[in-house]
């Protein structure tokens, strides 16, 4: 799929914006701190509802206005899509997509694709854990709303029973605690599953990219670091997380909080056996994050049908003439919205039919 239009009002720095994009490639260029990540980020909401720096929507409103409004219209195969989001200070905010108002704002999942890839995402295999299951979960959200349903209710039941945990005192709250394990138990398992089945299909998808990336210098395996050992069968893994939380017990009562479940969760990142987490490289984690992103946007044509739209936040010059090249060749199916604070870092890009916005103090002008 492909974007077509933006508009702003009152959105981060930017008063009132309206662009028309281009089908292929879009080129955001200018100084530091003018209002070009802004831009991706809007495009970021309109597919996830969601910002990807913030999770307070009131920061996105401008400084001293209390309202703030963005519409995105994308063009798919056989169809067109719009989404509008309205962000009022202290107030859930309300999307509408196709003109119709969502009763759930969950429900904008699944219209507009989008990829990103960030200087963070470059860092996705040196960081923690958490990094690697948020890859994971944006992905997975954004193909499957009920993925995305299943995840917020399990962080509210885990919360409920790590209360439950600090408050354990007698009988009743051992009995109250069954309860939120059976909870938590049903909507985690549902979850592994779900990740699971995408690590089996990014796992092909990735060593392939990485073969070609590494001139089939590289072997790169994904795994499913499940906290929960996983078993295919859904009874016999909702038993294993049975098990694995009563032998927790005594701990998770000591510390407060749950050890055991998907929110502890992993990927395995290996090149021929060596863990590329603890001893790859600087450059072999960035080319694994490279091949992963890569994959997830093939795994997102293969679910949906559609290439998403990819959105390269400040990544080009952190990658090396062969990566970049590789990367272009790769994704000429795929529309990108670029940001650089220096053009003349894009040299392997076919700028022919691009479209090269300045951006400048909230100013958006078009030289071509
Ligand atoms: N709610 C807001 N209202 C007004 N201005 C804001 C708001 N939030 C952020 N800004 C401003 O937006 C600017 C940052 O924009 P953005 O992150 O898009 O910069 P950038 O062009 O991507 O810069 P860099 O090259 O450093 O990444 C800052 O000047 C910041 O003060
Ligand atoms: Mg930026």
């Given at each position: 799929?492909y974007?077509k239009?933006?508009?702003?009002i009152?959105?981060?720095?930017?008063?009132?914006?309206?662009?028309?994009?281009?089908?292929?490639?879009?080129?955001?260029v200018?100084n530091?701190?003018?209002?070009?990540?802004n831009i991706?980020?809007?495009?970021?909401?309109?597919s996830?509802?969601?910002?990807?720096?913030?999770?307070?929507?009131?920061?996105?409103?401008?400084?001293?206005r209390?309202q703030?409004?963005?519409?995105?219209?994308g063009?798919?195969?056989?169809?067109?899509?719009?989404?509008?989001?309205?962000?009022?200070?202290?107030k859930?905010?309300?999307?509408?997509?196709n003109?119709?108002?969502?009763?759930?704002?969950?429900?904008?999942?699944?219209?507009i694709?989008?990829?990103?890839?960030?200087?963070?995402?470059?860092?996705?295999?040196?960081?923690?854990?958490?990094?690697?299951r948020?890859?994971?979960?944006?992905?997975?959200?954004?193909m499957k709303?009920?993925?995305?349903?299943?995840?917020?209710?399990?962080?509210?039941?885990?919360?409920?029973?790590?209360?439950?945990?600090?408050?354990?005192?007698?009988?009743?709250?051992?009995?109250?605690?069954?309860?939120?394990?059976?909870?938590?138990?049903?909507?985690?398992?549902?979850?592994?599953?779900?990740?699971?089945?995408?690590?089996?299909r990014?796992?092909?998808l990735?060593?392939?990219?990485?073969?070609?990336?590494?001139?089939?210098?590289?072997?790169?395996?994904?795994?499913?670091?499940?906290?929960?050992?996983?078993?295919?069968?859904?009874?016999?893994l909702k038993?294993?997380?049975?098990?694995?939380?009563?032998?927790?017990?005594?701990?998770?009562?000591?510390?407060?909080?749950?050890?055991?479940g998907?929110?502890?969760?992993?990927?395995?990142?290996?090149?021929?056996?060596?863990?590329?987490?603890?001893?790859?490289s600087?450059?072999?984690?960035?080319?694994?994050?490279?091949?992963?992103?890569?994959?997830?946007?093939?795994?997102?044509?293969?679910?949906t049908?559609e290439?998403?739209?990819?959105?390269?936040?400040?990544?080009?010059?952190?990658l090396?003439i062969?990566?970049?090249?590789?990367?272009?060749?790769?994704?000429?199916?795929?529309?990108?919205f670029?940001?650089?604070?220096?053009i003349?870092?894009l040299?392997?890009?076919?700028m022919?039919e691009?479209?090269?916005?300045?951006?400048?103090?909230?100013?958006v002008?078009?030289?071509?």
């Amino acid at each position: 799929m492909y974007l077509k239009r933006l508009k702003l009002i009152n959105f981060r720095n930017y008063k009132e914006l309206e662009l028309d994009l281009n089908e292929k490639l879009n080129i955001f260029v200018g100084n530091n701190a003018q209002g070009k990540t802004n831009i991706v980020e809007a495009i970021y909401m309109s597919s996830l509802g969601k910002s990807f720096r913030t999770s307070k929507d009131k920061e996105l409103i401008m400084f001293n206005r209390n309202q703030s409004y963005i519409k995105v219209e994308g063009q798919k195969k056989y169809s067109n899509v719009e989404v509008e989001i309205k962000l009022v200070a202290n107030k859930k905010k309300r999307i509408k997509v196709n003109k119709l108002s969502l009763s759930k704002n969950s429900e904008i999942l699944n219209n507009i694709y989008v990829v990103i890839f960030s200087p963070e995402d470059l860092r996705l295999i040196k960081e923690g854990p958490s990094e690697r299951r948020k890859f994971m979960d944006n992905e997975l959200s954004q193909m499957k709303p009920y993925y995305f349903h299943n995840l917020n209710s399990y962080n509210k039941i885990l919360i409920q029973r790590n209360h439950l945990l600090k408050n354990m005192r007698g009988k009743d709250n051992e009995f109250m605690l069954e309860v939120w394990d059976e909870k938590l138990i049903d909507v985690g398992v549902k979850i592994i599953e779900e990740r699971a089945r995408f690590v089996k299909r990014i796992t092909p998808l990735s060593r392939l990219i990485h073969r070609k990336i590494t001139n089939n210098r590289e072997n790169l395996e994904v795994t499913y670091l499940s906290n929960i050992d996983y078993v295919e069968d859904t009874n016999k893994l909702k038993d294993m997380f049975k098990k694995q939380l009563k032998e927790a017990l005594k701990i998770d009562i000591k510390r407060g909080t749950t050890t055991v479940g998907p929110h502890r969760d992993d990927l395995g990142v290996f090149i021929d056996k060596i863990d590329i987490r603890s001893f790859g490289s600087q450059g072999q984690q960035r080319t694994c994050a490279l091949s992963l992103k890569l994959a997830e946007i093939e795994l997102v044509k293969g679910e949906t049908g559609e290439y998403p739209v990819l959105l390269l936040d400040d990544v080009m010059s952190e990658l090396d003439i062969n990566r970049q090249n590789f990367l272009i060749k790769a994704l000429k199916d795929v529309q990108l919205f670029i940001t650089t604070t220096e053009i003349n870092n894009l040299e392997e890009l076919n700028m022919d039919e691009a479209f090269i916005f300045h951006v400048e103090n909230a100013q958006v002008n078009r030289s071509r």
